[in-house]
């Protein structure tokens, strides 16, 4: 039985989590362990961790962040957990890199299931599209649509003020009313992560994901044509953009957040187009595998999990922040592995915080994910008749600083009872160098993990 946890973003515990990655040693790897005849979990804590520098002024280094987190995880049990290393290497980043993919959750999230990138990826929005329902035709692209706060030419936030679904809702169904043709649909997702299917649109387009351009200005950032014959979708995308801001500016409900003093959602800004993707299940890859299971409040890793053919369990109260609840999530992962041999657990919160820069918030979502996550799972299945296997790792950096994706490698973690702990004492990026797994390229993350 397998559990696997990501999704949380990272931010070193014990040095910065941009460290020069070419003055770095990665020890190779040393393990070659035999398992038999358990499950899995993998817990995905969507960028977590932060540097010392992060912590400067709030009173505590990270050190002792990480202290007080240990009360309830893997640092108080490294002499069980501790294997670690980083999974990807900077031979893999620039190759993504150089092939045009970018640090971003469905990279990220799907390079962990070991997935070849250049083979099936075609961007979120078709595995939104996936999450929420909406079944894509042949010839019809996908796009994130999110709901955005525009102040004069300034795009301030992606989220608009973390808006909810009900809220969001209106205004999607709004659009759809005044923008939606046979040729354009606009589709409700969560919170302020929504979707656009274009019939017939070209998916060779610059897109910018606007979590990544927080205070920016919006125009230089529109949708550009890689290729002559994008052309017109790209103008089509834009001319939706402007549309939406003259519809939603003066709609009731943003009306009415105003004077709440929230953020408007006084834009759509769509991006990462594509088309159906084409994917193996997990099942097809680890024959296992006979059932799965995904945990998540984000569409993308729900639509992920849709075309690996892992069946998605909804939890009342997870939200994708730092108010999730925690006990729910584990609670169904528990439930889930008494039938399934493989269930993904996915935790937002940190990621956000991150987008955020809300330095404080980073460290609640981190002592949350360990003292409410972590520690509870750990000591519900350590002793199980039917052995659980662990992993425990970020699928990308957000640092507060820059309140975005980075690509630096990620530590990640494998347990499973009887295994050999390794000399590496706590969790961070710099000590997982030492790891005794050494750098992992490709799948091979994956394939260790569900040896």
Known sequence: MNVYFPGTETDSAKQSINVDRATTAYRTSTRNAERAGRSSFALDISGTVTDNSAYAGHGRTAEEVMQKAGMEDITARRNYMAVMSNSVSDEDFAKLQEEGFHPGSEVANMSVLGYNLPKVYEGRGPLEAASIGVDLQPGEMAMRCNLICVEGEILKNHSSGHISTEEA?????????????????????????????????????????????????????????????????????????????????????????????????????????????????????????????????????????????????????????????????VAAALEALKTDDFVYLHIEASDEAGHEGDIDLKLLTIENLDKRAVGPIYEAVKDWNEPVAIAVLPDHPTPCELRTHTSEPIPFLIWYPGIEPDEVQVYDEVAACNGSYGVLKEDEFIKEFMK
């Open 169 to 329: 809702d209106v205004l999607i169904q709004y659009l759809q009313e005044k923008l939606g043709n046979d040729r354009v649909r606009f589709h409700t997702g969560v919170q302020y992560r929504h979707l656009l299917v274009i019939k017939g649109g070209n998916k060779e387009l610059d897109c910018t994901p606007p979590h990544d351009v927080p205070l920016k200005p919006f125009r230089p950032l529109m949708v550009k044509p890689l290729a002559p014959e994008a052309q017109e979708t790209a103008d089509l995308v834009n001319d939706l953009i402007l549309k939406s801001q003259e519809l939603l500016k003066n709609h009731p409900l943003n009306l009415k957040r105003m004077a709440e003093g929230k953020d408007p959602a006084n834009s759509i800004w769509p991006w990462s187009p594509g088309y159906r993707p084409q994917m193996p299940t997990f099942s097809e890859t680890f024959p296992q595998v006979k059932k799965g299971a995904v945990i998540s409040a984000v569409d993308l890793i729900n639509g992920i999990g849709y075309y690996a053919g892992l069946r998605r369990i909804a939890v009342e109260g997870a939200t994708g922040l730092y108010n999730t609840n925690y006990e729910n999530k």
